[in-house]
C-alpha cells in the first residue's frame, strides 16, 4: 500500500492553519504545518512534501519570495498559493513565476481537495517523465559505450571510469560531433552526483550581454528587460554536473566571473553586491585549441589551468573505424523501435558505412541513420538507402562507377585521393591505401612526384 502523500502547509493564521491541516488530514494527506516561511527550504529536506499549499500575505519574509525559492528547490514540486479577496491580480502573478494554481480566502474545503490531488498528480507526473528522460538518457550512453569497442574508444573508457569518480574540473577535447557531451553524461552518472542535476550550458549560443546572467542570474531591475529575479544555471545545477558546452566560446570579459566560480564556488547574480555559495562540478567541452587562444590572449590563462585539471581527448571517427558499424547499428536499433518496425542492414548498406569519410563524426553518422528510420522503403537497409537516403547522393549506375578501366590511371587516383585525404601525409595515405610507405614512395617516384630515394 502506497505511503498518503505529504502536503506542506505554510499559514500564519492560527486558526485557519488548524482547519485546513485537520481537513487535509481527513481527506487523505499527511499534513505538516509552518506559521511562516522561514523554515520552509529546510521542511523540503525533513518531509519530502508531495506539494506546497502557501498563504501570500505572510509575516517576515514574503510569500512570493517562498514561492520563487521552492521552485528553485524543486522545479517539480507544485505549489498552491492562497490569497485574499482582491489579490487575483497578485495570484496570477505568482503562477507566473511557477505556482500550480491558486485558491481564494475563505478556502471551500471541497475545492481545497480537489486541487491539491490535481497538484500531487502533476507533480508526480512531472517527476516520472524526469526519471524516463534520464532512464533514456543514461540507456543511449550506455548503448552507445557498448557500441564503441575499438581500441581508442576502450582506452577512453577506462579514463572516463576513472575520472568519473574524482570531484575535480574536468576539460573535454575533440571535433565537431565526436560526442563530448556523452563524455560529460558517462563522467556525471559514474560520479557521486549522478542523482543531482545535469545541467548543460551552450556557451557559443548566448548572446554576448547575455551570458553573465544566464551563467549567474540577476535579480529584478539589474538592467533594461529585467522584469523579475531569475536563478541561474550555476544555481539550478548545485549539487550536481555543469556542463559548459563550447567553452572557448565563452567571451573574454565573462571570463573572470566563470573563474571565481570555478575557483571558489562563489557566484554573483547580476545586479547583486551578495556572493552566494554553490557546490557545482565543472565539466567543460570545446573543438578549439584552448591553448593556441591563450597564447593569443583570447581565453585567460588562469581560467583554462582551473577547467584543464583533468584532460580528456575524444578521438575523431576516422581514427576508429571498426566503431562505424557497431554505432550505426546501435542507433539503427533505436530508430527501429521508434519507427515501430523491424529495421537492418545488409552487407551492402554496411560497406556504404565503412566507406564513407564521416567528416561530422558520431553526429553526422547519428543523423544519417535517423534519416534512414524515416525514408527506408523496407526492413532491409541496402547501400542504395544508405547512398541516397543516409548521405544524400544519387547511388551511381553500373557504367559510372569507375571512371576508367586503365589500371595505372585508377593507382594513380587512389594514391592522388589518399593523399588528399591525409593532407599529404604519406604514412597516413600509405595506411589509408593498405600499402607500405616505401611502396609508396616508389611509384611516387616512378610517376615523377617522389621526394625520397628508392634502395
Known amino acids: 500500500m502506497s505511503a498518503a502523500p505529504a502536503i506542506l502547509l505554510v499559514e500564519d493564521d492560527d486558526s485557519l492553519r488548524l482547519v485546513l491541516t485537520r481537513e487535509l488530514q481527513r481527506a487523505g494527506f499527511t499534513a505538516h504545518s509552518l506559521r511562516d516561511g522561514s523554515g520552509v527550504l529546510a521542511a523540503l529536506g525533513r518531509h519530502d512534501p ?8 505572510l509575516p517576515g519574509t514574503p ?3 517562498i514561492l520563487a525559492q521552492v521552485v528553485a528547490a524543486d522545479p517539480t514540486l507544485p505549489v498552491v498559493v492562497c490569497t485574499g479577496h482582491g489579490s487575483v491580480a497578485v495570484a496570477v502573478q505568482a503562477m507566473q513565476r511557477g505556482a500550480f494554481d491558486f485558491l481564494q480566502k475563505p478556502v471551500e474545503l471541497d475545492t481545497l481537495e480537489q486541487t491539491v490531488r490535481r497538484a500531487v498528480a502533476h507533480g508526480r507526473l512531472l517527476r516520472e517523465n524526469l526519471r524516463l528522460r534520464a532512464a533514456a538518457a543514461h540507456a543511449a550512453v550506455d548503448a552507445l559505450r557498448v557500441a564503441a569497442s575499438s581500441p581508442p574508444a576502450q582506452r577512453l573508457e577506462r579514463q572516463v571510469q576513472r575520472v568519473a569518480a574524482s570531484d575535480e574540473s574536468v576539460l573535454v577535447q575533440g571535433e565537431s560531433g565526436v560526442g563530448k557531451e556523452l563524455v560529460a553524461r558517462r563522467l556525471h552518472a559514474g560520479s557521486r552526483r549522478h542523482d543531482r542535476p545535469f545541467v548543460v550550458v551552450h556557451c557559443g549560443a548566448i548572446p554576448r550581454q547575455l551570458v553573465e546572467s544566464e551563467l549567474f542570474g540577476h535579480l529584478k531591475g539589474a538592467f533594461t528587460g529585467a522584469d523579475h529575479k531569475r536563478q541561474g544555471l550555476f544555481e539550478a545545477a548545485d549539487g550536481g554536473t555543469l556542463f559548459l558546452d563550447e567553452v572557448g566560446e565563452l567571451p573574454l570579459e565573462v571570463q573572470p566571473a566563470l573563474l571565481r566560480a570555478v575557483q571558489f564556488g562563489e557566484i554573483r547574480p547580476v545586479g547583486s553586491d551578495a556572493a552566494r555559495r554553490v557546490d557545482v562540478r565543472i565539466v567543460a567541452a570545446t573543438h578549439r585549441d584552448l591553448r593556441a587562444k591563450v597564447a593569443d590572449e583570447s581565453f585567460r590563462e588562469d581560467l583554462f589551468y582551473r577547467l584543464a585539471v583533468l584532460e580528456l581527448h575524444v578521438p575523431p ?7 562505424v558499424i557497431p554505432l550505426a547499428e546501435a542507433f539503427l536499433a533505436r530508430e527501429a523501435t521508434r519507427a515501430g518496425r523491424p529495421l537492418a542492414f545488409d552487407d551492402g548498406a554496411r560497406e556504404a558505412l565503412r566507406r564513407h569519410e564521416w567528416p561530422g563524426n558520431v553526429r553526422e553518422l547519428e543523423n544519417a541513420i535517423v534519416r534512414l528510420g524515416v525514408l527506408a522503403d523496407g526492413p532491409i537497409v541496402a547501400a542504395r538507402d544508405v547512398v541516397e537516403c543516409a548521405l544524400g547522393r544519387r547511388a551511381p549506375s553500373p557504367a559510372a562507377t569507375l571512371p576508367t578501366l586503365e589500371l ?11 593523399l588528399q585525404r591525409s593532407g599529404g601525409d604519406k604514412t597516413q595515405a600509405a595506411r589509408t591505401l593498405g600499402i607500405a610507405v616505401r611502396t609508396l614512395y616508389n611509384k611516387l617516384a616512378a610517376g615523377g612526384d617522389g621526394d625520397k630515394p628508392t634502395d
Open 50 to 57: 508531495d506539494a506546497v499549499v502557501l498563504d501570500l500575505n
Open 317 to 323: 571517427l576516422r581514427e576508429r573505424p571498426e566503431d
Open 408 to 418: 595505372a590511371e585508377l593507382e594513380r587516383r587512389a594514391i592522388a585521393q589518399a
Open 63 to 65: 510569500g512570493m519570495e
